[in-house]
């Protein structure tokens, strides 16, 4: 059974940073393109960035030199490192794995970039 848990998700103020880590479970981890998606309330969900399995990474416009997607295929675990952040960073992060032509999506974790 496929099973995505993110964490690592918290309130902090602009100029902050934060990690999110995504432990992954019920697939062969090191082989598949792991992804970072985020949806601020009354928004769309949109895509953060991804790594593939050799652990190159590729981000949106609007993270890209702030943020950092990393993996550790021997946990099973991806990262995303989040400096910098921004008022308009706030959102629910999740990840995400293509896995038997479906998309599986973690249940999220909140951030929050406040003063």
């Known amino acids: 059974q496929v099973q995505l848990v993110e964490s690592g998700g918290d309130l902090v103020q602009p100029g902050g940073s934060l990690r999110l880590s995504c432990v992954a479970s019920g697939f062969t981890f090191s082989n598949n393109v792991m992804s970072w998606y985020r949806q601020a309330p009354g928004k769309e969900r949109e895509w953060v960035g991804h790594t593939n399995s050799g652990g190159i990474a590729t981000y949106a416009g609007s993270v890209k030199g702030r943020f950092t997607i990393s993996r550790d295929n021997a946990k099973s675990t991806v990262y995303l490192q989040m400096n910098s952040l921004k008022p308009e960073d706030t959102a629910v992060y999740y990840c995400?794995?293509?896995?038997?032509?479906?998309?599986?999506w973690g249940q999220g974790t909140q951030v929050t970039v406040s003063s």
């Open positions: 995400n794995v293509f896995i038997g032509g479906t998309l599986r």
